[in-house]
């Protein structure tokens, strides 16, 4: 322990589940991505992914996302889990900058991370309000529009005076282009850990290292 009072301790902070889904959500994402842009882009002549194949593919990953999100969703409420997607209201926008400035700046300058993951915590406010968007609002819509994609029967008839599928085919694509967005900036982030791969560790293992201070006693473990 330190003079100040702050010592290190690995905890088990990605319980199995959590990992399992994890891996298991971002694969279909992958397998998702790469057969919705043949579905919309490829050369019909020289297609990335034969449309059949891709069609079928796109279909049956969906499937098994939504899955996963009812798994993650049940798991989540049952265990202990949720307690790190409960934001800290107390100057919460004020932390959000904090955070912002040092992944556009801070970190370049070899500043320490601002809010270092606690036994209560393992999100800091950035990373709590995206997945918490992600997770509770965005994956949902891309869940429902792409149901109604496959069964154009559940697609309401009419959306604000138009076609009921044109509105759901529209919003399931730009939805599905900011969560590529978020993709991409998801495994940026991964790489800028202690090491390049300590992130895609501690995924693997479930084990992180934390710190403990006299203040936060109660997260030993």
């Keep these: 322990m330190n003079p100040d009072g702050i010592t ?20 279909m994402f992958t397998l998702l991505l790469l057969s919705g842009i043949s579905l919309h882009f490829s050369d019909p002549d020289a297609p990335v992914i034969g449309f059949a194949t891709a069609r079928v593919l796109h279909n049956v990953c969906g499937l098994f996302l939504t899955m996963g999100f009812v798994w993650f969703i049940v798991a989540n409420w049952l ?27 801070g970190i370049f300058l070899g500043q ?28 949902p819509v891309i869940i429902v529009t792409g149901f109604m994609l496959w069964v154009p029967e559940w697609a309401p008839e009419q959306i604000l005076g138009m076609d009921g599928l044109w509105p759901a085919a529209v919003l399931h694509y730009l939805v599905g282009v900011a969560l590529a967005v978020f993709f991409v900036g998801h495994v940026y982030l991964v790489t800028i850990g202690k090491t390049m791969t300590s992130q895609i560790e501690k995924m693997l293992s479930g084990w992180e290292e934390i710190r403990i201070d006299k203040e936060n006693d109660h997260e030993r473990r």
């Design 112 to 139: 320490s991370h601002p809010f270092p993951a606690t036994w209560g915590q393992k999100f800091n406010p950035l990373q709590q309000m995206t997945y918490l968007l992600i997770m509770y609002l965005v994956l």
């Design 8 to 27: 290190k301790k690995k905890v088990m902070l990605y319980p199995l589940w959590l990992r399992l889904w994890h891996w298991s959500n971002a694969l």
């Design 79 to 105: 265990s202990d889990n949720l307690r790190h997607y409960r934001p800290v209201r107390q100057n919460f926008v004020a932390r959000l900058l904090k955070q912002a400035d040092f992944y556009a700046r």
